[in-house]
Structure formats: structure tokens, C-alpha cells
């Protein structure tokens, strides 16, 4: 590994937090945004919502807090500080898709690790039960998938903790397609499923799906995963090198690297919010580790 380029990606991401490229295309993109808009003119352009809400995230500030940060940066760039109740609706409403935003979209094939993991829904929510022995859900699931090389998230989804693994593969291979040409799909049992098999090989990615134990090596209409039911059974520690299954590891490294910067839980209370917020950490992830400004970034 070239260290000091790694030093320097990881002191660039400080940097980014500080680039206002956004501020040059204000009067413009909100020109744009008001062009035969009915009713009440937008005052905020979304680059600067966006922006506000990655600061949110980065700082992990309520609303009433990054109103004072925001009057606090009005001082030294000439923008217009939003109060906390803007803050708080435009942020919510915010169009957070990672396939319209991403800008690799390139025509060179990816291989992607797919996993999921847990948001708290409070930070209280765990000493609540403890103290109180509330039943109550603690948790979101964020599914994603994951580039392998680039270790940017392609294509999310977030559930609620009683969504299986399974039923998300489907979603976030097509997520990703969006993106990239998929050649490889790498993922843990959780995964493994006929219909899963069967969707990969229909999309001509090839399926790496450690499978559960006790699986037999028969197809009942799937050949793709009989195929690896049999070579996992013969040896699974030569299979996992010959597709390279250990690269699924990735997809931990950028819940990792989430919940390690932005926080292992969200503050929301309701249920759109706390997506909302979960979106923000990993299009602030994916931003961090693009290494290019917010204009680039978001449009």
C-alpha cells in the first residue's frame, strides 16, 4: 500500500468539509428550481440543503445546533442562514438517490458485496430496555451493495429489522446495474436462495453465495446454485479463493467505516425521518470517499 497517498485521501476528506463550491451556482440553480414553481419560492438551492444536511451528519448536530453553525459560517461566506424548522423539512425531503448521483456509471464491469446492518433507532433506545424492559423495535436494517474495488456503496435499501436478507438481493443488484455492468455478486448465506441464484444468472452476474449447511446438490430447476452446492461441499476454502469470496469483507469495511464517522444511530422519530437520516450517512460516506467537492458531487 502507498501510505502517504492514503494519508492524503484521508486529510483531503477533512478539506472537503470546507469546499463551498455550491455558493457559485446559488442564484442560478435557485432561478432554475423557482422557474413556474406555484406558491411560495424556494429560498435554498439543493446543493446547499445537501450540504447542510452531510454537515448534519458529519458533526452529528440537531437542527437547532446546525442553525447556529450555519449563522456562525454567514459571518466569513455571504449566504443565508436557515432556521432550524427549514433545516429540518427541506433535509427530510431531501431526493437522496445514490444512481443519479454516483459518478462512476461507467460501461467497465464491477463486482459488488452485498450485506446488511444495523441502525439503532435511538441512542437511548438500548438503556430503555435495560432500565424500563420496553418492548419497542431498536432497529433499522440498511442493506447495501457494495463495489469491491472503489468500496463506494452502489445501491441501498433500508427496512425495518424484520425484513429478511434475502428478499433485498433483487433490489439492490438492480440499484446497482443502474450504476455499472455487475459481473459478480458476492454474498454470505443470508443470501442464498433458488430465486436469487436464478435472478443473478438471468442478469449474467455470476453468483457467489456462500450457501447454508446441510445444502444438497440438487437443482429443482436451478442449476447455478447446484453448481455451487457442489463445489463448496468438495471444498469451500478453494472455492471462496477461486471466486474470491473473501472480497465480500469489503462490504463490512463500509459499514465500518458508517458507523464509525456518522454514528450508529439516528435521531429521528418518525419513520421517514430516521430513512432519511440513514441515506444521508451513506451518500456522506460515498461523498468522503469520492474526494471531489459538493458541486461535482451532487449535480
Known amino acids: 500500500m502507498d501510505w502517504n497517498e492514503i494519508d492524503a485521501r484521508y486529510v483531503r476528506q477533512g478539506e472537503l468539509l470546507l469546499e463551498l463550491e455550491f455558493v457559485r451556482g446559488w442564484r442560478k440553480e435557485i432561478a432554475s428550481m423557482n422557474d413556474g414553481k406555484e406558491g411560495r419560492p424556494f429560498r435554498y438551492p439543493i446543493s446547499f440543503i445537501t450540504f447542510v444536511g452531510i454537515t448534519q451528519t458529519v458533526f452529528h448536530l440537531p437542527n437547532r445546533q446546525t442553525e447556529g453553525f450555519f449563522r456562525a459560517l454567514s459571518k466569513f461566506v455571504e449566504i443565508e442562514p436557515p432556521d432550524h424548522t427549514t433545516i429540518g423539512r427541506r433535509t427530510s425531503s431531501l431526493d437522496l438517490r445514490i444512481d443519479d448521483d454516483h459518478p462512476m456509471n461507467?460501461?467497465?464491469?464491477?463486482?459488488?458485496?452485498v450485506d446488511s446492518s444495523g441502525i439503532k433507532v435511538t441512542n437511548r433506545g438500548d438503556w430503555s430496555r435495560k432500565k424500563h424492559g420496553l418492548e419497542r423495535k431498536g432497529w433499522l436494517k440498511l442493506?447495501?451493495?457494495?463495489?469491491t474495488r472503489s468500496k463506494q456503496v452502489l445501491s441501498m435499501e433500508v427496512t425495518e429489522e424484520d425484513v429478511h436478507d434475502t428478499r433485498m438481493m433483487k433490489a439492490l443488484v438492480e440499484g446497482s446495474l443502474k450504476v455499472a455492468p455487475v459481473k459478480k455478486a458476492?454474498?454470505?448465506?443470508?443470501y442464498d436462495s433458488r430465486a436469487n441464484f436464478h435472478f443473478l444468472s438471468q442478469h449474467d452476474v455470476e453468483p457467489v453465495i456462500k450457501v447454508r449447511k446441510g445444502s444438497v446438490a440438487k437443482a429443482k430447476g436451478c442449476y447455478a446454485r447446484k453448481y455451487a452446492v457442489q463445489e463448496q461441499l468438495q471444498d469451500i476454502d478453494a472455492w471462496k479463493r477461486r471466486h474470491g469470496f473473501g472480497y465480500r469483507w469489503m462490504a463490512e469495511s463500509a459499514f465500518s467505516s458508517i458507523k464509525g464517522r456518522l454514528g450508529e444511530y439516528v435521531r429521528a422519530k418518525k419513520l421517514w425521518n430516521m430513512i432519511q437520516e440513514v441515506k444521508l450517512k451513506v451518500f456522506t460516506y460515498n461523498w468522503l470517499m469520492r474526494g471531489i467537492p459538493m458541486k461535482a458531487c451532487i449535480g
Open 143 to 147: 442493506h447495501v451493495a457494495v463495489d
Open 186 to 190: 458476492l454474498a454470505d448465506g443470508g
Open 106 to 113: 461507467s460501461e467497465e464491469p464491477v463486482t459488488i458485496a
